[in-house]
């Protein structure tokens, strides 16, 4: 998105773009998806900036204006014949506010931008769904366990995860730690994840990679990597591993 583009929405917003262009403006908002979809992203910032900075805003604009009378004034001098030559004042439409908006904003969206460039733990995070049990008679727990891990209703499954006697089951204790990390308790899941490691079940190296995960999520950016690179060749996981590692690197 360029400068001119900022500017655009900006003086629409301010209700200074002149009636013909307002017209072509709008115009385009109906029929250009892309230009309607970042109208709104950046209406959306600049409602945000607006309320988050008001006060110390407005102070700036007041005195930006003050700034932009004093200093950008001309005086032209009338050249007629006339015996008393007059003066004139020609203030220029200046309107640092202006500019000062669409800067703060074009520099939210460059941040935004710049950070969806980055891979994200969300770009990662189609889990498996959970099976342990087939009949609607089987144990409640574990149905509701299997049940909300599967809806991704994840603080729910942990709670009932949470209600099941000795979790000593690799199987649970995966899926478990999937939720936890969902819920964003971190230090319990990489115990659990941890112990599935150093064991012997076929979760070893899935545990591997969803630690790698949840070090990505807490932005931990060198801890996931040296999960990455544990993550054998042959492994289910490994093609995805080598691709986020390839992005982090």
Not at 116 to 130: I, L, R, S, T
Not at 185 to 200: H, P, V
Not at 209 to 214: D, Q, R, V
Request: aromatic share 14%; proline share 2%.
């Amino acid at each position: 998105m360029n400068e001119e583009l900022y500017m655009a929405f900006e003086s629409y917003l301010s209700n200074e773009m002149p009636t013909d262009e307002k017209k072509l403006f709008e115009e385009r908002l109906l029929i250009d998806a892309s230009f309607r979809e970042s109208f709104a992203v950046y209406k959306e910032t600049s409602q945000f900036l607006h309320t988050t900075f008001s006060a110390e805003t407005l102070a700036f604009k007041m005195n930006l204006d003050v700034i932009s009378n004093e200093h950008f004034s001309q005086t032209q001098e009338n050249n007629s014949n006339e015996t008393h030559q007059k003066k004139q004042t020609k203030v220029i439409q200046f309107k640092p506010w202006y500019y000062a908006v669409a800067a703060s904003i074009a520099l939210v969206f460059g941040t935004l931008f710049f950070n969806q460039n980055d891979p994200q733990y969300g770009d990662f995070n189609q889990h498996e769904a959970a099976v342990f049990v087939e009949r609607s008679d089987a144990d409640v727990n574990l149905k509701e366990a299997q049940d909300f891990f599967n809806a991704k209703e994840y603080k729910k499954a942990v709670l009932a995860f949470e209600k099941i006697p000795n979790l000593t089951n690799p199987e649970l204790q995966y899926y478990y730690a999937i939720a936890l990390i969902e819920t964003n308790d971190y230090q319990k899941a990489e115990i659990f994840l941890t112990n599935l490691k150093d064991g012997t079940s076929v979760y070893k190296t899935k545990a591997v990679w969803y630690l790698a995960l949840s070090n990505l999520k807490q932005k931990k950016v060198e801890e996931c990597k040296v999960y990455l690179k544990q993550i054998p060749a042959d492994a289910e996981d490994y093609d995805k591993a080598q691709e986020l590692l390839g992005d982090l690197e």
